[in-house]
């Protein structure tokens, strides 16, 4: 059995959380007699920092170490600065356990329309370093308290870092096996160190696998081209800024924020890794019952697979497609439903 420790956080994180967990105890049915899956919540997001000055536990790195996998919803409070939620819960959870592999996957189900025209066939994946670069957060103030203030922001880009992720992401062009293709995202015209060595390291790579086509893209440039040629791409390897951005984009062509599951993953599994929905916490909308709870439900999905259950994520997937194509769809995507309308829908389609 795997330990699963949940963390539904803030605003619709805590509803589409709990719709995941539904549709994975329906899936793990069809595989077996017995639950495959334990889940232990966690009350740790803005609602605790309010109470505790703290996003978790001092602890909570040593409490999350024994468990296999993590789901969260999402974090973000109009009453908490967004540096504080990230820094006091996502960064630390990525950094102690090296889930130094963001993937997010770019996918237009079949009958959803793309906010582009004339698109209808879009399957592309972001792998995002999520360790280091622009969020090393290494920097500090001088001066704040008068005319003087100066505030500096280091980015910080390894070797090992840069290589172990280009690999990463040729490895799963392979696994991919769709393009067969793996687009680079740089900025090296303007930021000569970090982004040079990063250029390095692709092309080092790169000549490792010669039957992969590549591709080096300025970032501005590569955000003109998932709009004007978005079929061209396989899949994308970014530093944790550009990726994090790009993945946003890539959302918004493939269906919009509500459908876009994301992992952070160490890839030796020597440690956890942790399942998410790219959205945040979505505070205007909370506790409308009209969020879309498919990004939760594919983030879970996700995490079956990464744990050994790869079928539990082919029948939670046809069952998304099955509920898609009965329009039953939340606002964002075009349709009027609610999330439970959606998540009992995905649960009734779970079939083997």
Same mark, same amino acid.
């Given at each position: 059995?795997?330990?699963?420790?949940?963390?539904?956080?803030?605003?619709?994180?805590?509803?589409?959380?709990?719709?995941?967990?539904?549709?994975?105890?329906?899936?793990?049915?069809?595989?077996?007699?017995?639950?495959?899956?334990?889940?232990?919540?966690?009350?740790?997001?803005?609602?605790?920092?309010?109470?505790?000055?703290?996003?978790?536990?001092?602890?909570?790195?040593?409490?999350?170490?024994?468990?296999?996998?993590?789901?969260?919803?999402?974090?973000?409070?109009?009453?908490?600065?967004?540096?504080?939620?990230?820094?006091?819960?996502?960064?630390?959870?990525?950094?102690?356990?090296?889930?130094?592999?963001? #993937?997010?996957?770019? =996918?237009?189900?079949?009958? %959803?329309? $793309?906010? /582009?025209?004339?698109?209808?066939?879009? !399957?592309? &994946?972001?792998?995002?370093?999520?360790?280091?670069?622009?969020?090393?957060?290494?920097?500090?103030?001088?001066?704040?308290?008068?005319?003087?203030?100066?505030?500096?922001?280091?980015?910080?880009?390894?070797?090992?870092?840069?290589?172990?992720?280009?690999?990463?992401?040729?490895?799963?062009?392979?696994?991919?096996?769709?393009?067969?293709?793996?687009?680079?995202?740089?900025?090296?015209?303007?930021?000569?160190?970090?982004?040079?060595?990063?250029?390095?390291?692709?092309?080092? #790579?790169?000549?490792? =696998?010669?039957?992969?086509? %590549?591709? $080096?893209? /300025?970032?501005?440039?590569?955000?003109? !081209?998932? &709009?004007?040629?978005?079929?061209?791409?396989?899949?994308?390897?970014?530093?944790?800024?550009?990726?994090?951005?790009?993945?946003?984009?890539?959302?918004?062509?493939?269906?919009?924020?509500?459908?876009?599951?994301?992992?952070?993953?160490?890839?030796?599994?020597?440690?956890?890794?942790?399942?998410?929905?790219?959205?945040?916490?979505?505070?205007?909308?909370?506790?409308?019952?009209?969020?879309?709870?498919?990004?939760?439900?594919?983030?879970?999905?996700?995490?079956?697979?990464?744990?050994?259950?790869?079928?539990?994520?082919?029948?939670?997937?046809?069952?998304?497609?099955?509920?898609?194509?009965?329009?039953?769809?939340?606002?964002?995507?075009?349709?009027?439903?609610?999330?439970?309308?959606?998540?009992?829908?995905?649960?009734?389609?779970?079939?083997?």
């Amino acid at each position: 059995m795997k330990n699963i420790a949940i963390i539904p956080g803030d605003g619709i994180g805590i509803e589409v959380i709990e719709g995941a967990i539904k549709v994975l105890k329906k899936s793990e049915k069809i595989l077996s007699d017995i639950n495959l899956f334990d889940f232990h919540y966690f009350d740790w997001g803005s609602d605790y920092y309010l109470k505790n000055d703290e996003m978790m536990p001092e602890n909570a790195l040593d409490v999350l170490s024994k468990f296999d996998s993590i789901l969260l919803g999402a974090v973000g409070h109009p009453k908490v600065p967004d540096h504080i939620t990230l820094n006091g819960l996502l960064l630390p959870i990525r950094r102690r356990f090296d889930q130094y592999v963001s #993937v997010r996957p770019c =996918y237009l189900w079949k009958n %959803t329309d $793309s906010v /582009l025209k004339n698109i209808s066939n879009l !399957d592309f &994946v972001i792998i995002r370093e999520n360790s280091e670069g622009e969020y090393a957060n290494i920097g500090g103030f001088l001066h704040s308290s008068n005319e003087f203030e100066t505030s500096i922001q280091t980015a910080v880009f390894t070797r090992m870092g840069c290589i172990r992720i280009i690999e990463y992401a040729f490895e799963h062009a392979i696994s991919r096996n769709n393009k067969l293709k793996v687009t680079s995202i740089t900025k090296s015209n303007a930021q000569a160190f970090g982004m040079v060595m990063w250029d390095n390291c692709f092309k080092e #790579v790169s000549a490792k =696998y010669p039957n992969i086509e %590549t591709e $080096s893209l /300025l970032v501005d440039a590569a955000c003109m !081209d998932l &709009v004007r040629r978005p079929g061209d791409f396989d899949v994308i390897v970014a530093s944790n800024l550009f990726g994090d951005i790009l993945s946003d984009l890539g959302a918004g062509i493939t269906g919009g924020m509500g459908t876009a599951p994301s992992s952070n993953i160490n890839p030796s599994k020597n440690s956890l890794s942790m399942f998410e929905p790219v959205h945040g916490s979505a505070p205007d909308i909370s506790g409308k019952g009209i969020a879309n709870p498919l990004a939760a439900i594919l983030s879970c999905s996700m995490m079956a697979s990464y744990l050994g259950y790869s079928k539990i994520e082919d029948i939670i997937r046809k069952a998304v497609q099955k509920t898609i194509n009965d329009n039953i769809i939340t606002k964002d995507m075009g349709g009027n439903n609610s999330t439970e309308e959606v998540i009992k829908n995905v649960v009734l389609n779970i079939m083997s």
